[in-house]
């Protein structure tokens, strides 16, 4: 199939053209690129929704519920899971795979998970990369799946729409500590395991919490929910409605599309321009005086960016 | 205090002049990178482990243990932690500080937290500054804290000398799931709280995923320890310094010299380029352009790479 005819195949949403295109990026040929080059201005409609949480909060299995309770809806949902400790991403119980059935078998339903770094840039280029060619696909919902640590993680939430941060009972004092962490990116939050002991005090530190937040505005909603059980997914699902309502009034909405912007484009350049600089001469000699400390990372930097730039 | 005299003063391994020196690294200011290329060079002697592991593995109490171990032994050891929810880091108990005051206060130790991402480059340059002014300063161990999730902490992976995996018992397929992840990585596995219940099952599962895992040379040791109770650090240690010193034989170690010289370098290039291009024309234009889904971020991308190479 020639570039063009895939384009139309994935604008049309077809399930084969949308996961041929994402391998495609994914071993970072340059059919790739010229894929998302068409793919992009058809994007911008699907509600991006970034799920991030520590390993064992169970992630998936709501995003399992959410994803559901939308396609139940009518709506098309992609799934994009970051996280390798993800079922999504292979490292699955066959349990949760069998379990996951109805999600994986429903025609509106598309789920990949990004098992490989990308041929460039990182994690998270590939990441957006996807989400973009499910957005040119239609899907009306595009729900991000990560763990929420890292710089990769802070470059997806970047570009999502709304952050979903998902925790579970007994945490204990690692909620505290999150403070340091995604606590501020999170736009609403998820108490999952609800039926297990401690779900209230976490709501309460929670609610505590984003109370001292200097955030701006409301503070993010806490919903709890226990999506094995699939409790409180209805709930949650409107929550998502509103928290994405409420972000997407044009002025907030243009300034988290610069940021976005921003975020992707720093990365993108950057590694763009690191890849054009390893086959320079002073490269290679750079590398052999660091790793020999005759010269120091920042000078040769230095000298690179003296040589290469006009 | 001028440049040069702080370069003497930490060089002389004083505990004040590194601290004023790694918060000038994490504010960004010139002196802090003019100060980073005094110091390299002096660098390359200490012996850099990173602690990699998820939440709640308990790295903090057992890189306290580790630490105190050292110590005792009559060496300076640095610590530098990346993970957000490390007691280290702030977001901790009182009790754990409390219980560390013998590391805390230890004449030999030195204990930093890496909380900010840093004002260029992402949290990975920081920390690997971090480790630099600390070998500079004549630490013969330091041990570096780090969740393990994510391209940050790939990069600092790939920058220390020894990886040590900590794990817990009771993960069950969590393990399996990490295969995708960190487990490549790993020079070293420790399974930590092996007073819990499953220690034996873990360290097992751990034995048979590194026999059919493709490394090359010896698979990774598996040590048991209980950082909490003091049990298996002597071993732990131990452990750490043969791997070292396999990994350390003059091939092996000019190998690992370059990848890591390269992994920094490709970082570092790519974010200064990028902040370089900042304040370019095109940059502005290309980003009102993407947001608006005028111009796609790869062919914006292209442009200014076009208009700013020689």
Not at 230 to 249: D, T
Not at 287 to 293: E, H, P, Q, S, V
Request: hydrophobic letters at 45%; aromatic letters at 4%; charged letters at 20%.
């Amino acid at each position: 199939m020639n570039s063009s005819a895939l384009v139309e195949r994935i604008l049309e949403g077809s399930p084969r053209a949308v996961g041929r295109a994402i391998s495609l990026v994914e071993s970072g040929a340059a059919e790739g690129v010229d894929l998302l080059k068409k793919l992009y201005p058809h994007g911008g409609r699907a509600r991006v929704v970034g799920f991030t949480g520590p390993p064992g909060a169970g992630k998936s299995t709501l995003i399992e519920a959410v994803a559901l309770n939308l396609l139940n809806d009518g709506s098309g949902v992609g799934i994009v899971a970051v996280d390798p400790t993800s079922p999504f991403s292979g490292g699955a119980l066959l349990g949760d795979r069998i379990r996951m059935q109805a999600l994986y078998l429903h025609p509106k339903a598309f789920i990949r998970s990004m098992a490989t770094r990308g041929a460039m840039g990182g994690l998270s280029a590939v990441t957006l990369d996807a989400v973009d060619v499910l957005d040119a696909a239609g899907f009306d919902w595009i729900l991000v799946e990560t763990i929420g640590v890292g710089q990769d993680e802070v470059d997806v939430a970047a570009c999502v729409q709304v952050v979903a941060l998902v925790l579970v009972p007994g945490l204990g004092d690692d909620i505290q500590a999150l403070k340091a962490g995604v606590m501020e990116i999170a736009d609403l939050f998820v108490v999952n395991k609800a039926d297990r002991e401690g779900a209230e005090k976490t709501s309460a530190e929670l609610e505590a919490l984003s109370r001292i937040n200097p955030a701006t505005g409301n503070p993010p909603p806490i919903l709890r929910t226990s999506a094995l059980a699939r409790q409180g997914i209805p709930e949650l699902v409107e929550g998502l409605r509103q928290v994405h309502a409420r972000l997407s009034v044009p002025e907030r909405a243009r300034q988290k599309g610069l940021q976005q912007a921003q975020a992707r484009l720093s990365r993108l350049v950057g590694d763009r321009f690191a890849e054009h600089v390893r086959s320079s001469p002073l490269w290679v000699e750079g590398l052999d005086a660091i790793a020999g400390r005759r010269r120091d990372p920042y000078s040769v930097c230095e000298s690179i960016l003296k040589e290469v730039l006009c």
